[in-house]
């Protein structure tokens, strides 16, 4: 049933941004000081002073070298093996060369070649298939070709729908998403999609045309930056746009400016940031690392390169992105790793935080508050026998809707158009139409449901059994499981899908798993943070900045998803939850306790803590809550929200942080 705006209003800038019902959207406070430079206005985002030992992205020329020098090439990892497929030699010739360089030792060698010589292509890992798609030899042509380095050759297993060279490509979960580019007349709008690297279907296009553009994958979204818009390929007309392709939703978009047109860059994730690396602009070649806000749509300097490259290979292992050949004053066999590094100037202070939690208001939901979920439009609190739904900008609690036996375990996710809690008592799991706002299944899973969670296509939900727990893929288009269950360890709890694996965490005995959503592969991650006896939770995990997060036992600990290493940890006291804003982690503490022997909370004594992403370091005053029993914390584009077990919810508006700001970090009235 719907319901009015069941809150307590707590100050007038709370009264001002709570209206029901009115459909707009708050604006996301300014951060520039009024001593901003002009540059900076035009959408660069300087970066924040800071002190004391931290971490910063730095760029280092390695001293491994690739058989021979090469550009126009692409690359793709495979563990600890990166793949350089084809490209252009230092004659200007086309190579059908597959050079394998191993990242641990450095040594690199020929590994094999290509069905057909190609450069300018796109490349992707789809499982374990190394694919190259499109690229050019003598003219454009539309080979999908597979590498198989056992081996060491390469076949032709498909054709794309047209001829496509100077195309990038971007994996989403199972998905291979393959961006603009040149049909030999000129750059293509179009971006298609495929599962399974044969067959290819346009999922969007692209609101300006390019070639040569940087690509990164990050979630559910591609940004393409910049990129050749018309005319030669190094003296055209370059793009400064930043575009954005939502491969959920379908659609592009253009969401921000590079503060110069761009074409001939390299693109990748690293800890989390969007970059995008060197590459020619209309003065000359450039050496400059930019980090993209996907949250705020701007742009700041975040490093520079060792010297000015443009059309190197890129590919990301364990947080570290390679740039591999390329052209400086000539081609180029080096190679480059970008990642984070030790430096004396790292961490924030409080005084130059961008953002500062405001209380806004308490919320007053079901009771049993105990799981926080966001998307379709909405925030979704899960809780004994009903969900609500809030109004993610106001807060207004816009509906409560009934379901038949959501607990005080349950756990909600959002995605694939549905809404999915589980009952922990029926050990089934609740599917939601956010239209509606109404059940349309319950489908019963033979356990009792402890964590759930969306990504790459399927809703994952870990089950509690005897022994040893269950992983399970239900498919969203027929609500049924998509294959056989995947065995993990004894009492499993949340699970979270990212960096395109599924995460589950234990708890007896403790351990975080990694599982491979292709094959089902279980591997445990080693540094995760141990429960036991005592803990006020079953800890919870969280993925963003590129890293695996995991809270447990007044631990949160950082985790390199791809060696399991753990890179980061700091004590946090009675850490129970964790959530992953824009540039910040926040860890949610319970109160503490009179007694040893039972939970008798303290009031103003559970906190939430701001965590710098770049240093894991705590950073400013922990926010003090009056909630008894807060469980859960999740973040939206302007808030900040705290679940209380009881029935209500707490917003905090996140707001530009000036010199009167510690006024937010007071305790909750």
Known sequence: MTGGCALTVVSVLAVLAAGCGSGTHATRPSTRASGTTKSAARGTEPAARAHGPGLALRASETSWQLPAPVYRTVAVARGQRIFVLGGHDVAGDTTS?????????????VAGTLAAPTHGSAAATLGRRLLVFGGAGSAVHDLVQQFEPRRHTARVIARLPRPRADVTAAVVGHTVVLIGGFDGIGPQRDVWASGDGRHFHVIAKLPQAVRYAAVVANGDSVYVLGGLISGSEYHGRFSDLVQRVDIRDQNARVVGRLPTPLAHAMGALVAGRVLVMGGSTPTGSSAAILRFY??????????????????????????????????????????????????????????????????????????????LASGDGALWVAGFGAVSRLNPTSGCLIAEIRTLGSDDHSQIAVGKRAVWVTSTGRGAVDRINPATERVTAAIHLGGSPQ?????????????????????????????????????????????????????????????????NPASGQVKTVIGAAPLTPGSPGPGAIAVGYGSLWSVANGTLTRVAPGSGRAIASIQVPRAVAIALGDHEVWVLSYPRSSSATLFEPNKHTAVVREIDPRSARMIGTPIRLRALQPIAVITTRHSLWVANFPGTVTRFRLVACHAHSRRARRATP
């Open 451 to 515: 964590g759930i969670a969306v990504g790459g296509g399927r809703v994952w939900i870990t089950l509690a059994l005897p022994g040893p727990g269950r992983l399970i893929a239900l498919d969203p288009r027929t609500d049924r499981g998509g294959g056989p269950a995947i065995r993990v360890g004894p009492g499993p709890g949340p699970v979270v899908y990212g960096q395109h694996a599924v995460w589950v965490q234990n708890t007896s005995p403790a351990s975080v798993m990694r599982i």
């Open 97 to 109: 060369n597959v050079d394998e360089l191993n990242v641990d030792t450095g040594a690199a060698r």
């Open 294 to 371: 996907p949250a705020s749509g701007r742009v700041s300097h975040a490093g520079r390169l060792p010297h000015p490259l443009t059309d190197a290979a890129v590919a990301t292992t364990d947080d570290r992105a390679y740039l591999l050949g390329g052209i400086s004053t000539r081609p180029l066999a080096g190679v480059i790793v970008v990642r984070l590094a030790k430096t004396s100037a790292g961490v924030a202070s409080a005084s130059t935080r961008s953002v500062c939690p405001m209380i806004a208001a308490h919320i007053q939901v079901a009771a049993g508050a105990v799981s």
